[in-house]
């Protein structure tokens, strides 16, 4: 079982940038896929970004590349997104996901991804 928490969210202004932060436990968190997604209002739950276990391979959405960084530290069981130039079509829950089934492939289907975190909110103001 992995439990996953994310943090980091909050209420910015156009072009602001903000960091999150998904912290997760259980030992084997450096042999996961790791999975930003996000959820606004009305509309389905969408891949935003994803990496592979050992940091070497990522994968983003067309919305968010170039402007969204996805990292890891394996060391601290922690995946982050650092969103930069943040526009208010980004404004969603983000939520932070497990693929225990991979270590390199990065799958943008929510049906890959075996572990969720409750989610933080990302608001941006025009």
């Known amino acids: 079982q992995v439990q996953l928490v994310e943090s980091g969210g909050g209420l910015v202004e156009a072009g602001d940038s903000l960091r999150l932060s998904c912290a997760a436990s259980?030992?084997?968190?450096?042999?996961?896929?790791m999975g930003w997604f996000r959820q606004s209002p009305g509309k389905e739950r969408e891949f935003v970004s994803g990496i592979s276990a050992s940091g070497g391979h990522t994968a983003y959405a067309d919305a968010v590349k170039g402007r969204f960084t996805i990292s890891r530290d394996n060391a601290k069981n922690t995946v982050y997104l650092q969103m930069n130039s943040l526009k208010p079509e980004d404004a969603a829950i983000y939520y932070c996901a497990a693929d225990p089934k991979n270590q390199i492939l990065i799958f943008i289907s929510r049906a890959a991804y075996a572990y969720w975190g409750q989610g933080t909110q990302v608001t941006v103001s025009e």
């Open positions: 259980g030992r084997t968190f450096n042999n996961y896929v």
